[in-house]
């Protein structure tokens, strides 16, 4: 009942703020200075497919008109050819989109379980050596600024130790050769994700583990606490079963609100590592003034954050059945 | 001959804070037999829901207990070890929380919370012998059994003190300690809970401690009261002794407090004891003789010790017996 | 300061009397604030560390006038014209063009204050005006307010302004500091606004109100004292985001390529491909970001400690 009102509410919020985000993107490309047409056509097409492209996304008609082609264009995923790789910015960008979310998921979910994890412990030994260990290594690693750690990373265990490849995603020995199978492709892209997954992690992890120390000690002052002592649980069932759930759902909401700085940190990871996704297109693209696909990457980054906030509504929506019932 | 289900002897226990050592409860002593219910009556901050805590081992980590023996079925509970405490905890005695609101864990289920009650002091139950158990639980609270299922919060206040009640028994055991069971409820369902209470006691023959800062509650239920205050056991008798001839300055107080219909309080001046008026009490020692129309000198600086009106009712006060 | 003839108040809110007795109280609660300040350990080291940046960057600018060659940006050594480890001319090596390390990280401590704070300041301002407006107008504008700022704190600050930067070219120093604050005001303007919504129905302001007083008074006068502890404290952890993102674009390329930002040498250090043979120059720039970083959010910390209570004590008081 109450779900899925909630879920097609926050769908219809999420249309109206990326209607507005389209907008402003839509209002930022005309208004910047020098030619917009030059923007979205690659001034080294021939006149012939400069015209079709033109026509196809309405930039010799008034403005009004250029708007509504615009969001047409959206919805049907026409978003210009890429200068630089000359192909459909659509198609693209939906190669990579796969790699981001692999990369992301699995940094957010191994994030918060390793700071829900910690966390738990931290409370549970408050004061003790333990417990200031973790608070202060979680700080640490909080400060630590994500792209240097990339390169330290780097150094460190690709360069130095040699234990993992220096960037990319995948080696092309292993996905050319016909006799790979996907066990030993599906190694070599963990191979490849390990080191941007352990950046990842090691800064996000930091903050989940503050919260979930503190939500775990507000936990632990409630009543049901000593109903389950009093039951003769032992310490452990106490502290995991009982106390770790309840305290466990502030840390998805802070999952949420991090959300931005997350997809920040994700882009970066991508930029320093080589790893195909969507923010390093989006990087790329900016630098290397290819517009139809900086303009495309940064709405569909818009999609993916405005989904994952949803994602975790609903996760938290379906985990406390305060809400869910 | 049985030993005595439960026996209180000489039972002091403080808080420790910032370094001094408050004293919660000072030489208390009772005990419960079973199948009998004791009410321990007294304001807030009297230290008889220290007393429960105590029984079940559940105090802070900054309570000492000072002195005494907590004697439950002839073993010391102080004495005993952790994993003794662990097996006797719900198994042999359990507690009717207060606050049902938060005594139960709002992620899981209730019918989970009562099985898992269960299992822990049993765990060689069948699943389906778990199932059938907590669903016997709920009949005998009156609570239908499809809300099993159901999380703490879907339940109203009434309800989730039933779910409460019935997780006390799930264990069948030989002593509850119900702390203000009713106090968050209005007075129609306090009514039924009381009675549901009373009803599961007498069906089980268990042993019960009452505790409430309500007398009118306490004397519809319990077989014998105690009255606390300031964490010394002031009066102790059976609850017809205690309430037709209350002896201590305080339970008298505490009796004339009850509104009758007329919305009055209800005048005892003319209740005529055959062991004596209403005696003043002593300071150091009694700590009503501030409030107490009769103190005399005596009370505000000698103790007053324990004299007994009968084989089963005594009274601290230093003047009662006198006259009459 | 001629003080006006009233009663001695020592309880009860400063903003009813005459300007004469309200700054005084500020004075003395800046004083007691320190005073517990200084007791706490976090504090006290965060204050260390912040000194000793703002050490090095009043430092930056001596190292170009000992010796044009050590200017941080166009001092190139005339020996030297690559990388080099650390030397007794050049205490932390030179770049790759043979440019003195050590006073880029001088002149980046200068730019990370800058940015920082003159970023914090702007997003302050912003979000206690917005944050106020909000809670004191309360209804539609409230509503508009906070949506707005709830679609703006969804979006990554650093991604929106690398799009700005293909727009509109290269950024200037100035223009990237306006951006980031443009990003960063909903944060304190969610809790000015909460609040503002708790003090908008005290005595005081109706009392102010009733008076006469026009609704722009009351925010500044009245309301906005209270809400300023609140508010500087959040300013500590706007410096610590503006820096990590001035740093992060320049990171990226997208800085102001006239100013040396710690960010800006981390790029060198990557795209010249220098990083795996030289740690005096990879190190140096992370392991400031990271200090200043801690540093701001340890003040911070210690702030909220020393503030927190005494806001709690002032809502009994009034």
Same mark, same amino acid.
């Given at each position: ?6 879920? !097609?509410?926050? #769908?219809?919020? =999420?249309?109206?703020? $990326? +209607? ?5 993107? @839509? ?80 940094a957010i979910v191994l994030s918060a379980l390793l700071g829900v994890f910690l966390g738990k412990i931290a409370a549970w030994r408050r004061e003790e050596r333990i417990d200031t260990l973790m608070t202060i290594g979680a700080l640490f690693c909080n400060t630590l600024? !994500?792209?240097? #750690?990339?390169? =330290?990373?780097?150094? $460190? +265990? ?5 234990? @993992? ?33 352990m950046?990842l992690i090691v800064t996000h992890f930091g903050s989940y583990l503050l919260v979930m120390r503190s939500s775990m000690l507000d936990t632990l002052k409630d009543?049901y606490i000593?109903?389950a ?6 310490e452990k069932t106490i502290r995991d079963h009982h106390a770790a759930p309840n305290a466990a759902l502030p840390v998805v909401t802070s999952v949420g609100l991090s959300l931005?700085f997350s ?49 975790v509504?609903?996760l938290y929506?379906?985990l406390d ?5 | ?104 864990n709002p992620v ?217 | ?41 976090i ?251 801690m540093?701001?959010y340890?003040?911070?910390r210690?702030?909220d ?14």
């Amino acid at each position: 009942m109450g779900l899925r009102r909630f879920v !097609l509410r926050r #769908l219809v919020e =999420i249309v109206v703020i $990326f +209607f507005v985000i389209m907008t402003v993107l @839509f209002v930022l490309f005309r208004l910047a200075p020098g030619d917009p047409v030059a923007r979205m056509v690659d001034p080294s097409m021939t006149p012939e497919d400069a015209r079709l492209l033109m026509e196809s996304m309405g930039l010799d008609q008034p403005l009004w008109t250029q708007y509504l082609y615009y969001l047409k264009n959206v919805a049907t995923g026409n978003l210009g050819i890429s200068f630089h790789y000359g192909e459909p910015v659509s198609r693209i960008l939906m190669n990579r989109l796969p790699n981001t979310i692999l990369l992301f998921t699995t940094a957010i979910v191994l994030s918060a379980l390793l700071g829900v994890f910690l966390g738990k412990i931290a409370a549970w030994r408050r004061e003790e050596r333990i417990d200031t260990l973790m608070t202060i290594g979680a700080l640490f690693c909080n400060t630590l600024f !994500l792209p240097w #750690l990339a390169l =330290i990373m780097i150094w $460190f +265990f690709a360069y130095w130790v040699g234990w @993992f490849p220096i960037t990319g995603m995948i080696s092309p020995q292993v996905w050319i050769d016909p006799s790979a199978g996907p066990i030993r492709k599906t190694l070599d892209v963990l191979h490849h994700m390990a080191l941007p997954l352990m950046t990842l992690i090691v800064t996000h992890f930091g903050s989940y583990l503050l919260v979930m120390r503190s939500s775990m000690l507000d936990t632990l002052k409630d009543d049901y606490i000593i109903t389950a002592r009093a039951k003769g649980l032992d310490e452990k069932t106490i502290r995991d079963h009982h106390a770790a759930p309840n305290a466990a759902l502030p840390v998805v909401t802070s999952v949420g609100l991090s959300l931005a700085f997350s997809i920040n940190g994700g882009a970066l990871t991508e930029t320093v590592f080589s790893w195909p996704g969507i923010g390093r297109e989006l990087v790329f693209s900016v630098s290397h003034s290819d517009y139809p696909l900086a303009q495309a990457a940064f709405l569909l980054i818009a999609i993916v954050v405005l989904m994952a906030n949803l994602v975790v509504d609903v996760l938290y929506a379906y985990l406390d059945p305060r809400i869910r019932y | 001959m049985t030993p005595t289900l439960l026996e209180v002897d000489n039972l002091s226990i403080g808080y420790r804070t910032a370094g001094v050592v408050n004293l919660a409860v000072e030489g208390v002593s009772f005990r419960v037999e079973r199948g009998g219910s004791l009410g321990l009556v007294g304001e807030s901050g009297c230290g008889k829901t220290t007393i429960g805590m105590a029984l079940m081992g559940l105090l802070g980590s900054n309570a000492a207990i000072l002195s005494g023996r907590i004697l439950f079925e002839g073993q010391d509970l102080l004495t005993a070890g952790e994993a003794r405490i662990r097996q006797i905890r719900w198994r042999r005695i359990s507690m009717i929380f207060q606050s049902a609101m938060n005594a139960l864990n709002p992620v899981h289920r209730v019918q989970d919370q009562i099985a898992e009650a269960i299992i822990t002091h049993e765990p060689h139950l069948s699943r389906q012998a778990l199932a059938a158990r907590t669903r016997a639980l709920f009949d005998l609270v009156k609570i239908p059994a499809n809300r099993l299922q159901n999380y703490p919060h879907q339940f109203s206040g009434g309800m989730r003190q039933r779910v409460i009640i019935a997780m006390a028994l799930a264990c069948n055991p030989s002593l509850i300690i119900a702390d203000e069971p009713t106090t968050a409820l209005d007075v129609i369902v306090q009514d039924q809970i009381l009675s549901a209470i009373a009803a599961v006691q007498k069906e089980m023959n268990i042993g019960m401690i009452f505790i409430s800062h309500d007398i009118a509650v306490v004397a519809d239920v319990c077989t014998h009261i105690g009255v606390m205050h300031a964490g010394r056991l002031v009066e102790y008798g059976s609850r017809q002794e205690v309430l037709e001839c209350p002896g201590h300055p305080y339970t008298r107080m505490l009796l004339a407090s009850l509104l009758t219909l007329s919305d009055q309080a209800a005048d005892l001046s003319g209740v005529v004891c055959a062991w004596g008026d209403n005696g003043p009490a002593a300071k150091m020692g009694c700590p009503i003789s501030a409030v107490c129309a009769d103190a005399t000198a005596a009370c505000r600086h000698e103790p007053a010790g324990w004299v007994d009106l009968s084989a089963t009712h005594r009274v601290r006060c230093l003047n009662v017996g006198r006259g009459g | 300061m001629p003080e006006a003839p009233q009663p001695s108040r020592k309880r009860g809110n400063t903003c009813d009397q005459p300007d004469g007795k309200h700054r005084l109280h500020w004075v003395a609660r800046f004083v007691d604030g320190w005073r517990v300040y200084r007791k706490n350990t976090i504090g006290r080291i965060g204050i260390m560390l912040l000194g000793l940046f703002a050490l090095m960057a009043l430092a930056s600018f001596i190292p170009p006038w000992v010796d044009p060659m050590y200017h941080p940006m166009t001092g190139v050594d005339p020996h030297i014209s690559h990388s080099t480890g650390p030397s007794l001319r050049h205490w932390l090596g030179t770049d790759f063009i043979g440019r003195d390390i050590f006073s880029q990280l001088l002149a980046g401590a200068r730019i990370a204050f800058m940015v920082g704070i003159s970023s914090a300041l702007i997003s302050i301002f912003l979000g206690t005006t917005i944050g106020m407006v909000a809670g004191y107008a309360g209804r539609t504008t409230d509503v508009v307010l906070m949506r707005l700022a709830d679609m703006i704190m969804v979006m990554p600050t650093l991604l929106v302004v690398l799009i700005l930067a293909a727009l509109f070219g290269q950024l200037n120093i100035w223009v990237i500091v306006l951006m980031i604050a443009l990003f960063r005001w909903p944060g304190v303007a969610r809790v000015i606004r909460s609040q503002t919504l708790s003090l908008r129905h005290r005595p005081f302001v109706e009392a102010a109100r009733v008076a006469g007083a026009s609704h722009l008074r009351i925010l500044f006068r009245h309301i906005l004292p209270h809400v300023m502890p609140l508010a500087l404290l959040y300013m500590t952890f706007r410096v610590t985001s503006a820096i990590i993102i001035e740093a992060a674009l320049a990171f990226l390329g997208f800085g102001d390529p006239g100013t040396v930002s710690w960010g800006m040498m981390l790029q060198w250090v990557w795209k010249t491909g220098h990083m795996f043979q030289a740690p005096y120059w990879l190190l140096p720039p992370g392991i400031c970001i990271s200090l200043i970083t801690m540093a701001f959010y340890m003040t911070g910390r210690a702030m909220d400690d020393v503030l927190d209570p005494r806001l709690r004590s002032e809502e009994t008081k009034a």
